[in-house]
């Protein structure tokens, strides 16, 4: 008399969840909405990737943002990430990856920004204070030995040559707006990305059988009687970390006890 489709989506292949649902859904008469990968690494050209400068550098408590056409953030996320050889891995860069396929779709380009802060917890103004009175008491010494422990080095030598400063400079010969300047990059440093590993590398599918389709009481399909679908075979997705395996488990208990008492 019933039927549940509680196939997954699309992502982590090598579990079975392979697609097979939508495919179900769609001959029973439903329409999918577009698939796409969420909590999965993002990618980009910048040269400071193809380099590898960067590469298996992990930064704790940052604040990782995709930012709008004008510049506006659209999400922020604080929380470890991690530079890759690819692009950004990592818990921030994971929540962060379905709003950077939302602005390529909303900009209608491949390449949008995202920006990085990576101390969250001063504003500018207070960083500044703090790192000029970290560079005050040793005035002669290298600006990059003084502000070594500040920020992992490989970081701090990357933000130095962005903001054009030489590593071997000293507080004596750093102007006021050098260091404004490199207050800004570690507060905003802003790059491009192109897009996220494919879906099939992704931890959750964005997308599936439309939910205007679906009675979200029963779960039931208002297309085909007696046919339930839950889990991520519908468009409706979460973050991990429990929120995605959350809906599923929750759909799941009401189209399970829906399709007991369907007659």
Do not use: W
């Given at each position: 008399?019933?039927v549940?489709?509680?196939?997954g989506g699309?992502?982590v292949p090598?579990?079975?969840?392979t697609?097979?649902?939508?495919?179900?859904a769609?001959?029973?008469?439903?329409?999918?909405?577009?698939?796409f990968?969420?909590?999965?690494?993002i990618?980009?050209?910048?040269?400071?990737?193809?380099?590898?400068?960067?590469?298996g550098?992990?930064?704790?408590?940052?604040e990782?943002?995709?930012l709008?056409?004008?510049?506006?953030?659209?999400?922020s996320?604080?929380?470890?990430?991690?530079?890759?050889?690819?692009?950004?891995?990592?818990?921030?860069?994971?929540r962060?990856?379905?709003?950077?396929?939302?602005?390529?779709?909303n900009?209608?380009?491949k390449?949008?920004?995202?920006?990085?802060?990576?101390?969250?917890?001063?504003?500018?103004?207070?960083?500044?204070?703090?790192?000029?009175?970290?560079?005050?008491?040793?005035?002669?010494?290298?600006?990059?030995?003084s502000?070594?422990?500040?920020?992992?080095?490989?970081?701090?030598?990357?933000?130095?040559k962005q903001?054009?400063?030489?590593?071997?400079?000293?507080?004596?010969?750093?102007?006021?707006?050098?260091?404004?300047?490199?207050?800004?990059?570690?507060k905003a440093?802003?790059?491009k990305v192109?897009?996220?590993?494919?879906?099939?590398?992704a931890?959750?599918?964005g997308?599936?059988v439309?939910?205007k389709?679906?009675w979200?009481?029963?779960m039931?399909?208002?297309?085909?009687?007696?046919?339930?679908?839950c889990?991520?075979?519908?468009?409706?997705?979460g973050?991990t970390?429990g929120?995605n395996?959350?809906?599923?488990?929750?759909?799941?208990?009401?189209?399970?006890?829906?399709?007991?008492?369907?007659?």
């Open positions: 008399k019933s549940i489709i509680a196939t699309t992502s090598q579990t079975g969840s697609g097979d649902g939508y495919k179900f769609e001959s029973l008469g439903h329409s999918i909405t577009d698939l990968p969420t909590e999965v690494p990618t980009s050209a910048e040269h400071f990737i193809k380099s590898k400068e960067l590469k550098l992990s930064l704790k408590d940052v990782l943002s995709v709008k056409k004008n510049g506006k953030k659209r999400i996320h604080q929380m470890d990430m991690i530079f890759t050889h690819f692009g950004i891995s990592g818990p921030a860069a994971l962060c990856s379905q709003f950077v396929y939302k602005e390529q779709k900009q209608k380009k390449e949008i920004n995202m920006q990085l802060d990576v101390f969250p917890e001063y504003k500018n103004h207070v960083l500044e204070e703090k790192i000029t009175s970290i560079l005050i008491e040793e005035p002669d010494k290298y600006i990059k030995n502000l070594r422990g500040l920020i992992e080095e490989r970081y701090l030598l990357f933000m130095l903001a054009q400063i030489d590593e071997n400079t000293t507080y004596h010969h750093l102007s006021n707006q050098q260091l404004k300047k490199l207050v800004d990059c570690f440093f802003t790059f192109n897009g996220t590993l494919p879906i099939d590398k931890f959750v599918t997308g599936g439309s939910l389709e679906i979200p009481k029963t039931m399909s208002k297309i085909q009687p007696g046919l339930f679908l889990g991520e075979v519908l468009d409706i997705h973050y970390g929120y395996i959350t809906s599923a488990l929750v759909t799941g208990h009401v189209a399970g006890h829906e399709a007991a008492i369907f007659k």
